[in-house]
């Protein structure tokens, strides 16, 4: 048998590959196409795959309505400071569970590891109440403050961390490096793969967080963009080609996050898999 063949098996599995490809994207093409459309042939019949006259009037519509830009200011902020924040904590606690040892550390791991079962919706009532006796409801601190503990980012730096060899920590400890130099001089950079991948895991998910920014938020300057698009709809009912061109918007950010830490990401998704 020739090295490379291409065989029918193949063929078969690049023709599905490609096809869930092309279904994953076309959602993505149709919000664009959507965006850059004349607001009156959005709803026409047969749809008009590639818009034979693309206007940039949507998005000029969209960044005059009142807001935007603080959705936008308070979207970063919070996407930001809790990304930072949780992949800080994240780290130092993984670190902790996977390369320190102390009575209860296996109890404690997998108790708070465990509280990713727990729905957000049974915790959204206790942390409301919590919010509004500390006075953080409609503030920065009511929006960032409740995500930055995060077992899911836990997890993932433990399990991480402990494909990390011990023996390079202890060779730092020899030449006299202290707890703090050890993990910001040696943990830390060897362990960008699994930073980004919950890097990205994080910032997606605080840019698109809807029902917790829904709840804490009650002033239209502190809204965040999925909630100010979603309210929005409601000012604006049926403009399809406005709201695709502010959707369009929003994705932009994620995107770009994305890609800066794609390397990083195909690195961090494949940790562990050659092990041993």
């Known amino acids: ?20 490809g092309l279904a994953a994207i076309l959602p993505l093409y149709w919000m664009v196409a ?10 026409q019949f047969p749809p008009e795959w590639i818009p034979s006259n693309p206007t940039l009037n949507n998005f000029r519509s969209f960044f005059t309505r009142p807001h935007v830009w603080n959705w936008t200011l308070n979207s970063i902020v919070v996407a930001t400071s809790v990304t930072v924040l949780q992949v800080f904590l994240a780290a130092l606690a993984g670190y902790t569970f996977a390369k320190k040892r102390f009575f209860g550390d296996q109890f404690l791991f997998w108790l708070y590891v465990g509280s990713m079962m727990v729905p957000d919706q049974v915790t959204l009532i206790p942390l409301y109440l919590l919010m509004s006796k500390l006075g953080f409801l409609d503030s920065y601190k009511g929006l960032i ?7 899911f980012g836990v997890f993932l730096m433990k399990q991480h961390m402990s494909t990390l060899p011990s023996e390079l920590l202890d060779a730092a400890r020899i030449d006299g490096c202290g707890e703090w130099g050890i993990f910001q001089r040696v943990v830390l950079p060897l362990s960008k793969p699994g930073i980004a991948v919950l890097a990205i895991f994080t910032f997606v998910g605080q840019w698109n967080a809807f029902i ?4 804490v938020t009650s002033s239209s300057a502190m809204r965040t963009l999925p909630v100010g698009l979603a309210l929005l709809q409601e000012e604006v009912p049926m403009q399809f080609a406005l709201l695709m061109a502010g959707a369009t918007y929003a994705a932009i ?24």
């Open 1 to 20: 048998m020739v090295k490379g063949k291409v065989t029918i098996g193949k063929v078969l599995i690049f023709i599905l590959l490609l096809v869930l």
């Open 253 to 276: 950010p994620m995107v770009i996050v994305f890609l800066s830490f794609q390397r990083y990401f195909l690195e961090g998704v494949t940790v562990g898999a050659l092990k041993g």
């Open 212 to 215: 917790w920014p829904l709840i």
């Open 145 to 151: 403050l409740p995500g930055l503990a995060g077992p």
């Open 34 to 43: 959507t965006a850059i459309q004349h607001p009156t042939l959005t709803m």
